[in-house]
């Protein structure tokens, strides 16, 4: 058995070679130094071959003791390698000291969220939280379920409300891209039985040229709850929780009168101008409000399309602009910057 | 729709006080939308004095101007005026010097051609009044001479948007009723407007309906002996002004009186210019032509309405008059036309014609029976009033059977519960409430039972003007819309939170990993060229064409997510943000199959340029080929997706692959079934025409195919206790076999206690042989390592790996 092989020796060796790599003063130094105790045959590895010869007990203790002595050095090794590597030596002394302390840190880039998807998961999230579960649909849509189902019948006016894009006509029947995810709510109400409590989020298409408020695809997430018993407080209670979440616990909102073919009666949900707070100003047309989102209680006729009883069951339904919430939220003034992926826009998210 | 605040006071009723700003505040919670206010600029019009032009000579320099006497009551005026319409005894609007007009001016007495101008007389555009500089404003007799402007035109104009089921109120008097009963004022209906003509048995007007499908109420009125160069008074013409119709002649102008008011489009023809004695409604014939009012020549196609005579075709029915039948003002003998057209064929003939008129307007969103008469009635006897003449001829041609299903769907009526109004609403109703909404609304209302108010089961038969009240849900809304949605309370849905989050789970991962490795999210069009499509291969068969896209640049949908991320490489180069543009979309693309269209989610991925840390401390990471490996290694590392890489693919007819030409380098990720699961490439610079130093590279990984072998599930690996064992190891090859290879063969060295770890940490090729440099890392899960068994395992991978001409290198 070595003789030197205890704990007072090891430590004694493990001293002495940060000591040494304390005072070294060039890489060659260091590298020596490494050979002499923890190369392959360095002092202090070789103990591990002898620790054979130990008692159990012992040679757990020895074991790991040798084991955090060579991982100390290795540390000392490396940090002092890489002050010999790096333009400044001898950490922070001298009379730059002050300076070099308050130097910038490394500015590293960080990958980031677009800020659509953000707003989007924000949006998603409140509703799950809420018991809404997600259902998709294809943005390939048909007529029937895109609007005659929808209670908007052919050559009617509302249909203009949502000037549609059709493919080209070399399918067994007429394709459009959907004007709204509320395809997805007849999907739904045609496949499963109420309770419904479902949240439509997707892309939705319409003719439109681009400009600053204007684009031919956005993004939407219309809700549909329908139930025995599911009431038109039940639809304001769930959106102003909604802008609550989204705008702010002091948000102010209203609702108003509105149109939709498939919803009776129908409302759109305006909130306190984010810009003035209700003062009045360009933004809100001096109303002192803005839209955000349009709903309604599901029109009976809706329900009869889709085989429910409409005397037994009834419904909410409601569609927002994912780019108008984060518009109004973090107050950008032009719709395209969504789409243009200027690094400089979506890194400020 | 443009409406005079004005107006609608005098139609709801002058004595009820009922101010501006309550109409402004009560429409939108009716459902009118205000989109715009114009108000008359006080402050000019107050600088402005009623005159009246006492004597008009020509200017003595100047051909086109006029000199003018004028008087407001007490002084006369020597003015210099250019417009063409001013005549002696006109009553006109003048500004003295001083005064401040439209556009900031202030006028000044002047030298004009040697003449002094005394002030000077306004158009309607220099009072701000509305957009028409073509003369001087002509008011009339009714204005007090001296007095100012801003006493008697003081009004505001107001834009709505009205919804597209209201057809109703497509007219100030409809818009007056709603307020009528929103401030709950009492409604008068007007009761069979035409009954006079009816009872007065006058011989019929010749009308033939070709099919009720096209129009399904026709009625005409012959005037005789009319007079069409008298002068309207000035609020009529007024009024069209500032509401953006230009007053032409007094029938023009009546007609569009009466569509303002009543909201109901009507026409007027000349009687003398028609053929024959008899007005046909029918659908036109392919390519028949016809030259509107508005001077334009129309080709129609065959389900366009047309009216004619026995000869040609006189009007494009509810869209604008033919030219060869209008009335001018020699015109004595008319035929007024109210009538009630097929919205959907008004609707498809004003698109295809490409035409809006403010009869297309009102007609394709619906018309009334009800409407349609009081329009015919209004017309008749404003003409009579304000323009002579005698009915001589009339005629009511109408769909009985429509008619009288209206009728009967009327004494039917809708059964509304109280009980489910409220379990609607969600709010306590109050029958007397209801009662007087009902009413007011000008439905009628049956129970039955003793007490009203104790009655909770109503019949409502609502009013003829409101065939869009068919449910009992068309009810609570109109109560909502009176009583205002501020009085519905905020509740929770009674099952609210039974959470059952069902969130895309693989979605999320990615997004969260792609951006841990610093790369940014992009959302890019779904739409794209059809150059843009041409990456793809095969893509004339794949790809989906839009019938009406907005521009060429956005005529398909897209094939592939690269053109996308190519454009917001050059957006970003060209903004020289940084050296490093690490990009990746999670998106749909869109291709047809058996005739089907197929909607795949795929990722992006796109990176080019330099992790280069603009800093004091250099850092600097070239992205290349294997940085782009890395990432999706990476990617399917930490989502447990287990892989093989090739250079090819066997089966992937599912895949939509990149054209080869358009890629310098690509290399395929496959899952066990040899589907493709993702892709690594360099592009082709020069088929993209990319301008810009460096290699671009894109990854595309398939979220299809991914998902069938993903599992939400993670499971914990106990952290081993053991220390490691480090060795390099550096191996020559000379023979092609992939890395894969080697790293399985050394794979299959170890036994399932032992967990290694290979990094390569040095490659290079000398002449014919490869020289790699491995650094491995051994642990066991159960014990410390000795460094002779590790020997062992080293042993035998050097001997397994000979087999492949693989030795260890030799210093």
Redesign the interface.
């Known amino acids: 058995m070595m003789k030197n092989l205890n704990e007072e020796y090891i430590e004694k060796l493990t001293q002495q070679c940060l000591e040494e790599i304390n005072n070294a003063t060039s890489l060659q130094q260091l590298e020596s130094i490494r050979v002499k105790y923890i190369g392959r045959k360095g002092e202090l590895r070789k103990f591990f071959e002898e620790l054979h010869n130990l008692d159990l007990e012992k040679k757990r203790q020895i074991?790991s003791l040798l084991?955090t002595s060579i991982r100390h050095i290795e540390e000392e090794l490396k940090s002092k390698i890489t002050k010999f590597k790096?333009s400044l030596t001898d950490s922070f002394k001298g009379e730059f000291a002050n300076l070099e302390i308050t130097?910038?840190g490394?500015?590293?880039?960080?990958?980031?969220?677009?800020p659509?998807?953000k707003i989007y998961k924000e949006i998603?999230q409140i509703f799950?939280?809420?018991?809404f579960?997600?259902e998709e649909g294809?943005?390939?849509e048909k007529e029937e379920y895109n609007f005659t189902l929808l209670n908007i019948?052919?050559?009617?006016?509302?249909r203009?409300?949502q000037d549609t894009?059709?493919?080209?006509?070399?399918?067994?029947e007429k394709?459009l891209?959907r004007t709204h995810t509320s395809p997805v709510q007849i999907r739904v109400m045609l496949s499963k039985k109420p309770?419904i409590?479902s949240i439509m989020p997707g892309?939705v298409?319409r003719?439109?040229?681009?400009d600053a408020s204007h684009?031919?695809?956005f993004h939407q997430v219309e809700g549909l709850?329908v139930?025995k018993?599911?009431?038109?407080?039940?639809l304001?209670?769930?959106l102003?929780?909604f802008a609550k979440k989204i705008f702010g616990e002091n948000i102010q909102s209203?609702?108003?009168?509105?149109?939709f073919?498939f919803t009776?009666?129908?409302?759109e949900m305006d909130i306190q101008c984010l810009v003035c707070r209700g003062e009045g100003c360009s933004v809100c047309?001096n109303s002192g409000f803005v839209e955000i989102l349009g709903c309604g209680?599901v029109?009976?006729?809706v329900l009869e399309n889709v085989g429910i009883d409409?005397t037994k069951y009834?419904g909410f339904a409601f569609g927002l602009g994912v780019e108008r919430i984060a518009m109004l939220k973090y107050k950008i003034d032009d719709i395209r910057l969504?789409?243009?992926?200027?690094?400089?826009f979506?890194?400020q998210f | 729709m443009k409406l005079s605040l004005n107006w609608l006071k005098e139609l709801i009723g002058r004595q009820n006080n009922i101010t501006d700003q309550d109409i402004i505040d009560a429409l939108p919670q009716l459902g009118y939308e205000v989109e715009g206010i114009y108000k008359f600029d006080k402050e000019v019009l107050s600088n402005i004095k009623v005159v009246k032009i006492l004597k008009v000579e020509k200017h003595p320099n100047a051909d086109k101007l006029s000199l003018c006497e004028v008087t407001d009551g007490k002084n006369i005026y020597k003015v210099v005026c250019g417009a063409p319409n001013v005549t002696q005894n006109m009553i006109a609007a003048y500004v003295p010097a001083g005064g401040i007009i439209g556009g900031g001016v202030v006028v000044k007495n002047k030298e004009i051609r040697g003449v002094v101008s005394e002030g000077m007389l306004c158009s309607a555009k220099e009072l701000k009044l509305y957009e028409d500089h073509s003369g001087i404003l002509s008011l009339d007799e009714s204005f007090p001479l001296g007095e100012t402007l801003d006493k008697h035109l003081d009004d505001t104009v107001i834009e709505i948007s009205t919804p597209a089921n209201r057809y109703d109120c497509l007219g100030h008097a409809g818009i007056a009723k709603e307020l009528k009963i929103k401030f709950n004022l009492e409604v008068t209906e007007h009761i069979n407007p035409l009954s006079y003509l009816e009872n007065k048995k006058l011989p019929f007007f010749n009308v033939k309906i070709s099919s009720y499908d096209l129009c399904k109420r026709y009625i005409a009125i012959n005037m005789t002996s009319i007079n069409n160069k008298v002068k309207l008074p000035f609020f009529i013409r007024f009024r069209l002004n500032i509401l953006g119709l230009r007053s032409i002649n007094p029938l023009v102008d009546i007609s569009n009186y009466v569509m303002l008011e009543v909201g109901h489009s009507i026409h007027i023809f000349d009687a003398n210019k028609l053929y024959g004695d008899k007005i046909i409604i029918r659908n036109a014939k392919e390519k028949e032509k016809v030259i509107a009012l508005d001077g334009k020549t129309y080709e129609l196609s065959s389900d366009c309405i047309v009216i004619s005579d026995e000869q040609k075709p006189i009007a494009i029915g509810g869209i604008i008059g033919a030219e060869n039948s209008c009335v001018e003002d020699e015109t004595t003998n008319i035929v007024i036309e109210s009538a009630v057209f097929n919205q959907s064929k008004i609707r498809l003939a004003r698109k295809n014609l490409n035409i809006n008129t403010e009869a297309s307007y009102r007609f394709e969103r619906g018309s009334s029976f009800f409407l349609c008469e009081l329009a015919a009635a209004k017309a008749y006897q404003m003409i009579e009033k304000y323009c002579g003449g005698e009915v001589v001829k009339f005629v009511d041609e109408k769909d009985m059977d429509y008619y009288n299903e209206i009728v009967s769907f009327n004494t039917n009526g809708i059964k509304v519960e109280l009980d489910f109004l409220e379990s609607l609403l969600g709010i306590t109703v109050d029958p007397q409430k209801f009662i007087n909404i009902v009413q007011n609304l000008g439905g009628k209302i049956k129970f039955n039972g003793e007490n009203i108010l104790t009655t909770r089961s109503f019949i409502v038969v609502p009013p003829l003007t409101r065939q869009d009240i068919k449910f009992p849900a068309d009810i609570a809304e109109e109560i909502m819309r009176f009583i205002g949605y501020d009085k519905i309370p905020e509740t929770l849905p009674h099952n609210i939170f039974e959470i059952k989050n069902n969130a895309d789970v693989l979605k999320e991962k990615i997004v969260t990993i792609l951006s841990s490795t610093s790369l940014n999210e992009v959302i890019n069009y779904s739409l794209c060229s059809a150059k843009d499509n041409e990456v793809v291969r095969n893509n004339e068969n794949l790809k989906i064409k839009l019938l009406n896209p907005v521009s060429n640049d956005y005529s398909e949908l897209r094939l592939s997510l690269l053109s996308g991320l190519i454009r917001n490489l050059l957006v970003n180069y060209n903004n020289q943000v940084d050296t490093e543009i690490g990009l990746f979309e999670i998106g749909k693309v869109f291709y047809k199959a058996d005739k089907k269209t197929v909607e795949e989610e795929k990722v992006g991925i796109l990176i080019y340029g330099k992790k280069e840390i603009l800093s004091w401390k250099k850092i600097v990471l070239e992205y290349d080929f294997y940085y782009a490996i890395g990432i999706i290694e990476k990617l399917f590392e930490k989502l447990n997706i287990n892989y093989t890489k090739n250079l090819s693919y066997k089966s992937s007819k599912e895949y939509l692959l990149l054209n080869e030409e358009f890629l310098s380098k690509i290399l395929y990720f496959l899952n066990s079934e040899e589907e493709i699961i993702g892709f690594v490439s360099e592009l082709n610079k020069e088929k993209f025409k990319l301008k810009l130093p460096g290699s671009v590279f894109y990854c595309e990984v398939s979220l299809n195919n991914l998902r069938k072998s993903f599992k939400k599930d993670e499971i914990f690996d106990p952290i081993v206790k053991f220390p490691c064992v480090f060795r390099d190891l550096c191996i020559v090859v000379n023979r092609d076999i992939s890395y894969q290879q080697i790293i399985k063969t050394m794979y299959s060295c170890i036994n399932k206690d032992i967990i290694l770890d290979v990094t390569l940490i040095d490659y290079y090729q000398k002449e014919n042989f490869l020289s790699l440099t491995f650094s491995l890392k051994f642990q066991n899960k159960t014990k410390t390592l000795t460094d002779e068994e590790v020997d062992l395992i080293i042993k035998e991978m050097l001997e397994k790996l000979s087999k492949y001409d693989i030795k260890l290198r030799e210093k």
């Not at chain 1, 799950?128 to 018991?131: P, T």
């Not at chain 1, 894009?165 to 067994?172: C, H, K, P, V």
């Open positions: 074991g084991n790096s130097l910038p490394v500015k590293f880039s960080l990958g980031c969220l677009h659509l998807n998603i799950l939280n809420l018991g579960n997600i294809p943005e390939v019948p052919a050559d009617h006016p509302a203009d409300m894009l059709y493919l080209l006509d070399e399918f067994e394709l891209l309770p409590k892309r298409y003719h439109e040229n681009l684009l031919f695809n709850m139930d018993g599911v009431k038109l407080s039940d304001k209670g769930v102003t929780f209203r609702f108003r009168q509105s149109y073919p009776e009666p129908s409302l047309k209680m029109h009976p006729k409409y009834t969504f789409y243009e992926n200027d690094l400089r979506i890194r």
